[in-house]
């Protein structure tokens, strides 16, 4: 026996939009939106960049401070201080970073570029920002990997002799010279974040300057990461 031809679109059509009125009775017919990042607690990948282990503290040494992108600025409505508000309002299309805001303008050579009046990112550390958002954006963490596991240095005995060699000079960071001053525990970690970036980015000490070398590079990050404790 032949059956009659027919298309199930129409029916499916109907069943849909049926669906989605019944549902409108109690709540709005809406999906949430497929391009947002999905965060993840349990990636142990050595490749996978980890968000606040590696891209925050980039963010913190050069885009958050006040009258940028900090919490209380919000210059241009973005605000950079955390994995939810860079996601909301810093321009990430995860998965393609050649779409996203935060890497063009970090990335561009016109006047354009950010962060205006201070010196731009290194090369490593856009293209960490640029494999992160290519990765999907998204919000890792494994304790394996993190360095924030890493017992802290001690601030007296290995952290501020760096600074009191390197830094504490009169045409650097001491009382009169150069702002931010790095004398005290106070001063140094209030700009703990945007030196361990810019120390580790090799931007600070600038050219010219007794470079650190990577052992006080890594006192320096291990001390932040730690959360700055005064020991």
Not at 171 to 187: E, K, V
Request: charged share 15%; proline share 6%; with cysteine.
């Amino acid at each position: 026996m032949i059956l009659p031809s027919f298309s199930f679109r129409p029916l499916l059509v109907l069943l849909v939009f049926g669906s989605c009125a019944l549902a409108a009775l109690n709540s709005s017919c809406e999906h949430q939106p497929f391009d947002l990042p999905v965060s993840s607690a349990d990636s142990c990948d050595v490749n996978a960049v980890k968000y606040y282990a590696q891209i925050q503290p980039i963010l913190d040494g050069n885009c958050g401070m006040q009258g940028c992108h900090n919490a209380s600025t919000k210059a241009e409505g973005v605000n950079l201080t955390s994995y939810e508000t860079t996601i909301a309002t810093g321009g990430v299309k995860a998965g393609i970073a050649s779409e996203s805001e935060l890497y063009k303008s970090l990335a561009r050579s016109d006047d354009e570029r950010m962060p205006q009046g201070l010196p731009a990112l290194s090369e490593s550390d856009i293209d960490l920002i640029k494999t992160w958002i290519n990765q999907g954006a998204l919000d890792l963490s494994c304790a394996d990997n993190d360095t924030t596991t890493i017992p802290a240095p001690s601030f007296s005995a290995e952290v501020q002799p760096i600074f009191q060699a390197n830094c504490e000079l009169p045409y650097c960071h001491a009382a009169g010279g150069q702002s931010p001053t790095l004398s005290t525990y106070d001063q140094i970690s209030a700009q703990g974040a945007r030196v361990k970036a810019r120390t580790t980015a090799k931007t600070m000490p600038p050219s010219g300057s007794t470079a650190l070398t990577q052992e006080e590079i890594d006192i320096i990050a291990n001390w932040v990461n730690g959360g700055t404790p005064n020991n």
